[in-house]
């Protein structure tokens, strides 16, 4: 586990790292010429050109952050590779993939084998549960879900066979946070692997390494993106996993290209201040309607009274734009009447980026180790950068037509 006082810790804070990262002078200047470009720009290859036999053997033996073949990655990857290696401290390096549930599912792959049996957080996102059910179930690898709060508990659920503990913290769809350090502390004096999926927080508002995390997964999609408009995963792992994640990655021919590197790099450098503002509009949004009585229960980490709250506060250094709340009663057709009539949310999956969203949810169908039981159905916001007032008008009136439709 690093720590932010151990010698080898980057003295500059993470906004620093995240405007910083990956500016190598190799990749931003031109031989020969007096001068720099700021962010690296994008390099597009198949073919690398040798420039003997001599050179084709010898670039044989070191295939990292060297031209060698397009599948290896050109100095646009490298760069995006070494910026989210720098945002973790704690990390020996980052591998990129087309998703982040590609990302995911190779860092299992990486981790696993036939036999070995894997604890995953039953609040996860459901691909990462399919994976498991449609793909390591049938290798031999079995999975059991454990409730997101299970803390210290997890020790009396570890078995000779257990060789990974998966987190997500807080969790898809119902927000709860884990005791992350808890859970690191036992799998380490166990010997077993943990990794986590921390897309809400990002390494800015939860250095996940630092917590004692081994693997730690972004779908870079979401918020180093942030503009929707690409698509991308991470996996970043500490000494003792970074060998394994990187061959397994570079065996399944998992890659990032150019474009998508490039514009996910150029997210990560305003990540600070557009996180700073989706938490502060979300916050304000999550405490209008925790006051609103047509509203049972609102999910977010920073709320008290959210699952895992302490948790969040404790180890946390901030929150983001993605919450969900539980209407009071109602059904499907008076929450579609909410949603529908929204002017300024889009009906859409993928959070992340600069707009709102709004989007029905039934965590029942995706639970199995835990219940969920709500006082009406759920619905989960990303609030994006538009004026706060208008997102509360528009859920306002949104909630007017919910009460309007459970008549
Ligand atoms: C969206 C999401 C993913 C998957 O990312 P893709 O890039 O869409 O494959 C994984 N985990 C969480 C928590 C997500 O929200």
Not at 219 to 235: E, L, N, Q, R
Not at 362 to 388: K, M, N, V
Request: glycine residues 8%; contains cysteine; proline residues 7%.
């Amino acid at each position: 586990m690093s720590n932010p006082d151990d010698e080898t810790s980057d003295p500059r804070g993470p906004a620093t790292r995240a405007v910083q990262g990956g500016r190598q002078p190799e990749w931003t200047r031109m031989p020969g010429q007096p001068g720099a470009i700021v962010n690296p720009p994008v390099w597009r290859a198949s073919t690398i050109l040798y420039d003997d036999v001599a050179h084709l053997r010898a670039a044989l033996t070191d295939q990292h952050q060297r031209l060698f073949y397009g599948r290896k990655g050109t100095p646009t990857s490298w760069a995006l590779a070494d910026a989210l290696t720098e945002m973790e401290p704690g990390a020996a390096g980052t591998m990129l993939f087309p998703s982040g549930v590609a990302a995911i599912s190779c860092a299992l792959m990486a981790v696993l084998k036939p036999g070995d049996q894997l604890l995953m957080v039953d609040s996860a996102y459901d691909p990462t549960r399919t994976f498991c059910e449609k793909i390591l179930r049938p290798m031999g690898i079995d999975t059991l879900y454990y409730d997101p709060t299970v803390g210290e508990g997890i020790a009396a659920i570890i078995t000779d066979r257990t060789r990974a503990i998966f987190l997500e913290s807080p969790g898809s769809l119902t927000f709860e946070v884990q005791d992350v350090p808890a859970i690191t502390a036992i799998a380490k004096a166990r010997g077993i692997v943990t990794l986590i999926d921390n897309t809400w927080a990002t390494p800015l508002f939860f250095p996940a390494l630092a917590h004692g995390v081994d693997i730690s997964i972004l779908a870079c999609t979401k918020y180093i993106v942030g503009h929707s408009d690409s698509m991308a995963g991470s996996v970043t792992a500490n000494a003792e996993m970074w060998k394994a994640i990187q061959s397994t990655a570079y065996l399944f021919g998992q890659m990032l290209g150019p474009d998508d590197a490039w514009l996910a790099l150029r997210g990560l450098r305003t990540l600070p201040s557009r996180l700073t503002q989706h938490q502060k509009s979300a916050l304000a949004v999550a405490q209008w309607l925790d006051e609103q009585p047509a509203v049972a229960r609102v999910l977010h980490p920073a709320l008290p009274g959210s699952p895992g709250h302490a948790l969040w506060q404790r180890d946390f250094t901030g929150s983001t734009g993605l919450f969900t709340f539980v209407l009071n009663g109602g059904d499907d057709k008076a929450r579609a009447a909410l949603i529908d009539g929204l002017a300024h949310f889009g009906i859409g999956y993928s959070w992340g980026g600069f707009e709102s969203l709004a989007l029905p949810v039934d965590p029942q169908r995706f639970r199995s180790a835990t219940q969920w039981i709500a006082e009406g159905p759920a619905i989960r916001l990303h609030i994006g950068l538009e004026d706060t007032q208008d997102l509360i008008d528009d859920l306002a009136a949104g909630l007017a037509r919910f009460q309007e439709n459970q008549k």
